[in-house]
C-alpha cells in the first residue's frame, strides 16, 4: 500500500521560501512521476507541478516562477519550494502521486497546513 | 484555463438514497475527468478516472457518467461512509483544474 506523508514548516514570513517534502512509502521514487497540489482557504484546488526523478518537470504557469522540485532517491523523498512567499500562498498543500498516462493523481498525502505571516 | 463548475455546492440526503452530483467544464474535455472523495482530515481518495471508470477497490455503488462538458458522479444508495467532499478533475488541458467541490451531508 502505497503512503505519502508532508512534513514541513507550519509557519513561514512574507517573501521567504516555503519548503516541504514528502515522503513515499510503499512505492519506489523513481517509477512514476509525483505532484504537489495546494488548497488556499475559499478556493479551488491548484495543481503546482510534477517532477520526475530524471530531472523532467511540469509546472503550474500561474506559479512557475517560483517554484522547483526536487527529489532524493536515496531517502525515497521528493520536495517543493515556493519562493518569494505571499498571504496568498497560505494553503493546505498535498503531495500526490501521478497516474502512470494521465495528469490525474492515484494517491494522495493528506496534506500539511502552510501559513504565511510575519 | 478550462473552468470546471460543481453543482450543488451541498446536497442532502438520508442514508440509503441516492446522490447525484454534477460537474461541468468550460469547454470540452472529452472524457478526460476524475473524481475525489475527501473526508476531513483524511487524504483525498481517487474513485472514477476516464468519466466512469471506477478506481480499485472503489464499491459499485458509484459510478460516473458523462463526456464533452457535462459530467455526474452517482452514489446509488448511501453509505456513513460515504458522507464527504466530492472533486471532479479535468485533466485534457495543460493545468489540470477542479472542481470548487460539492459536500454531501447527512439529512
Known amino acids: 500500500q502505497v503512503q505519502l506523508q508532508e512534513s514541513g514548516p507550519g509557519l513561514v514570513k512574507p517573501s521567504e521560501t516555503l519548503s516541504l517534502t514528502c515522503t513515499v512509502a510503499g512505492a519506489s521514487i523513481t517509477s512514476y512521476y509525483w505532484t504537489w497540489i495546494r488548497h488556499s482557504p475559499g478556493k479551488k484546488l491548484e495543481w503546482i507541478g510534477n517532477f520526475h526523478y530524471t530531472g523532467s518537470t511540469d509546472y503550474n504557469p500561474s506559479l512557475e516562477s517560483r517554484v522547483t522540485m526536487s527529489i532524493d532517491t536515496s531517502k525515497n523523498q521528493f520536495s517543493l519550494n515556493l519562493s518569494s512567499v505571499t498571504a496568498a500562498d497560505t494553503a493546505v498543500y498535498h503531495c500526490?502521486?501521478?497516474?502512470?498516462?494521465?495528469?490525474?493523481?492515484?494517491?494522495w498525502g493528506k496534506g500539511t497546513t502552510v501559513t504565511v505571516s510575519s | 484555463e478550462i473552468v470546471m463548475t460543481q453543482s450543488p455546492a451541498t446536497v442532502s440526503v438520508s442514508p440509503g438514497e441516492r446522490a447525484t452530483l454534477s460537474c461541468r467544464a468550460s469547454q470540452t474535455v472529452t472524457t478526460s475527468l476524475a473524481w475525489f472523495q475527501q473526508k476531513p482530515g483524511q487524504a483525498p481518495r481517487l474513485l472514477i478516472s476516464g468519466a466512469s471508470t471506477r478506481a480499485t477497490g472503489i464499491p459499485a455503488r458509484f459510478s460516473g457518467s458523462g463526456s464533452g462538458t457535462e459530467f455526474t458522479l452517482a452514489i446509488s444508495s448511501l453509505q456513513s461512509e460515504d458522507f464527504a467532499v466530492y472533486y471532479c478533475q479535468q485533466y485534457k488541458n495543460w493545468p489540470p483544474t477542479f472542481g470548487q467541490g460539492t459536500k454531501v451531508e447527512i439529512k
Open positions: 500526490a502521486r501521478k497516474s502512470d498516462f494521465y495528469y490525474y493523481m492515484d494517491v
